[in-house]
Each structure stands twice: as structure tokens, then as C-alpha cells.
């Protein structure tokens, strides 16, 4: 039996972190616990690199080409989606998950979705460190296992089975 697990020691790994514009103080905070859970796990702030975007919508693309790029063992997308009362929400929140699925699927490289979504505003507060502790954190920490795991598992051969 093969076991693999994901550490949590960033050093040595490379990040990129894609953050939203809209909502900046959502996504500010966001950032910060980010960088926090990467120093904390023995990152170094020279391993990440930061990329502004004007929304939530506008992530997937930049994560993309961060991830095909070859410079990064993974990328951690944050933002704040806050539902209003028309379906804009729906369509941004909908559209931004599915295209960092399929980027990161495309890519085979790590590319976490830390975009919040919620009802109001306190509940996005909530996740920026209060309450509901720090959502950036979270998501940094999962994309240190993740980037660890993928190193962990022998890429596929051929297609063919051992």
C-alpha cells in the first residue's frame, strides 16, 4: 500500500496569489492571512509573487497563465463575491469556481479557490479573521499540502498501468 500526504512546509515552494480589487476590504485581509499561513509554514516572501484583478470574474484567466507559466507550485485565487439583489452574483460566483476548476485541471497545477461568496457583507467580515477565522489562511495552507502532495505522486508514464 502507497500512502501520500501533503506537508505543510512551504519552504522551497513558489506561490502565486491572484486577488480581486473589487471588495478590497474583503480582499485585503484575505491577502494578509495568506502571507501570514505561507511565513508561518516557512515560506519566504521572495516565493510569492502578488497579481492584482479588477473581480472575481477576471481571476481563472490570470491563474491560468500563472500556472502554465512553469514558475509557480501553485496559485491561490482570493476575493469576495457578495450577493446583491440581482443575479450578477450568481453568474460571477458560478463562472469564477468553474473557470479555477478548469484551469487548474488544465494545468495540473494547484489553483485555489479562495473567493469568498456570501449574503452580506458581516458574513465576508467574518471570514477575514473575525469570527470565522481567516479564509486566506485557510486556502494558503491547503495550497502548501496540495503543492506538496503533487510532488509526492509519480506523474503518469505512457498511460500505462504498473
Do not use: Y
Amino acid at each position: 500500500m502507497h500512502t501520500f500526504e501533503g506537508r505543510r512546509n512551504a519552504a522551497g515552494l513558489r506561490f502565486a496569489v491572484v486577488v480581486s480589487r473589487f471588495n478590497e476590504f474583503i480582499t485585503k485581509p484575505l491577502l494578509e492571512g495568506a502571507l501570514d499561513a505561507f511565513r508561518r509554514h516557512g515560506g519566504a516572501d521572495e516565493d510569492v509573487t502578488i497579481v492584482w484583478v479588477p473581480g472575481a470574474f477576471e481571476q481563472p484567466l490570470v491563474a491560468k497563465r500563472l500556472a502554465e507559466s512553469g514558475s509557480f507550485d501553485a496559485v491561490v485565487c482570493l476575493g469576495a463575491v457578495i450577493r446583491g439583489a440581482t443575479a450578477h452574483f450568481d453568474l460571477v460566483a458560478g463562472q469564477s469556481a468553474s473557470g479555477i476548476a478548469s484551469a487548474a485541471l488544465d494545468t495540473g497545477v494547484p489553483i485555489m479557490n479562495g473567493i469568498l461568496t456570501t449574503d452580506t457583507i458581516e458574513q465576508a467580515i467574518e471570514r477575514t479573521g473575525t469570527k470565522a477565522g481567516n479564509k486566506g489562511f485557510d486556502v494558503a495552507v491547503a495550497a502548501v499540502e496540495m503543492a506538496d502532495v503533487l510532488r509526492q505522486i509519480p506523474a503518469a508514464q505512457g498511460g500505462t498501468k504498473p
